[in-house]
């Protein structure tokens, strides 16, 4: 499957506090998907990313695809309590497959 | 829809017991996936079918774990004979096609004594 770097493994703010989690790929992508699975629940897709340079905005969250479609990024502006949870890129490349590694787990301090 | 539908919620069993987890996948979707997730390893796909065809099981752990979808509304894992390591939340994911979003379902939490 396809393999990739999802950094950092664990990341604790502040409420209000910027967060950013990076996916990297040795290899270039077809598409690229991102969840969040809050604590004790299951992975919800977010939104999933084809084109090159591409950036989709949903609310605070900001997603991008890099130009030479290897990596990724999500970006939440202003953390609140209920941005907490695991964030995972899911990446695509020439296989069917969806796999998952451990994420980015994300705590707020209120 | 209802969903992905997953039973049961909770098992706890004993080692050495067979194990059969369930899946519904939301109707027409051409594709289902069986993941199970731990603090160590991550999410991990074990299985996934297409049209009720496996189609890629190398993430399943060893001959003890089988993965059946008889039909396209439903699918099961079945771990012979259940082992500590295997305590986990198993996941059931459907989509509508190839690098379609997954939709999972809520999971079976299992332990096993």
């Known amino acids: 499957g396809q393999q990739v770097m999802q950094i950092p493994q664990y990341q604790h703010v502040q409420e209000g506090e910027d967060f950013t989690t990076y996916c990297n790929s040795s290899t270039t992508?077809?598409?690229?998907?991102?969840?969040?699975?809050?604590?004790?629940?299951?992975?919800?897709?977010?939104?999933?990313?084809?084109?090159?340079?591409?950036?989709?905005?949903?609310?605070?969250?900001?997603?991008?695809?890099?130009?030479?479609?290897?990596?990724?990024?999500?970006?939440?502006?202003?953390?609140?309590?209920?941005?907490?949870?695991?964030?995972?890129?899911?990446?695509?490349?020439?296989?069917?497959k969806l796999v998952f590694g451990k994420g980015t787990k994300l705590t707020v301090n209120p | 829809?209802?969903?992905?539908?997953?039973?049961?919620?909770?098992?706890?069993?004993?080692?050495?017991?067979?194990?059969?987890?369930?899946?519904?996948?939301?109707?027409?979707?051409?594709?289902?996936?069986?993941?199970?997730?731990?603090?160590?390893?991550?999410?991990?796909?074990?299985?996934?079918?297409?049209?009720?065809v496996p189609i890629d099981d190398s993430g399943m752990p060893e001959d003890r774990f089988s993965a059946k979808m008889p039909n396209a509304s439903f699918s099961t894992l079945k771990i012979q004979p259940s082992e500590p390591r295997d305590s986990a939340v198993y996941f059931c994911a459907s989509s509508a096609g190839a690098r379609e979003k997954l939709f999972f379902g809520s999971g079976t939490q299992l332990s096993v004594l």
């Open chain 1, 29 to 96: 992508l077809s598409n690229i998907q991102w969840y969040k699975q809050r604590p004790g629940g299951h992975p919800v897709f977010l939104i999933q990313l084809v084109k090159s340079g591409e950036v989709k905005k949903q609310k605070r969250l900001t997603f991008q695809f890099g130009e030479a479609k290897k990596n990724s990024s999500l970006h939440i502006t202003a953390t609140q309590t209920t941005d907490v949870g695991t964030y995972f890129c899911v990446p695509q490349g020439g296989s069917e």
């Open chain 2, 1 to 52: 829809d209802a969903g992905v539908i997953q039973s049961p919620r909770h098992e706890v069993t004993e080692m050495g017991q067979e194990v059969t987890l369930r899946c519904k996948p939301i109707s027409g979707h051409d594709y289902l996936f069986w993941y199970r997730q731990t603090m160590m390893r991550g999410l991990e796909l074990l299985i996934y079918f297409n049209n009720n």
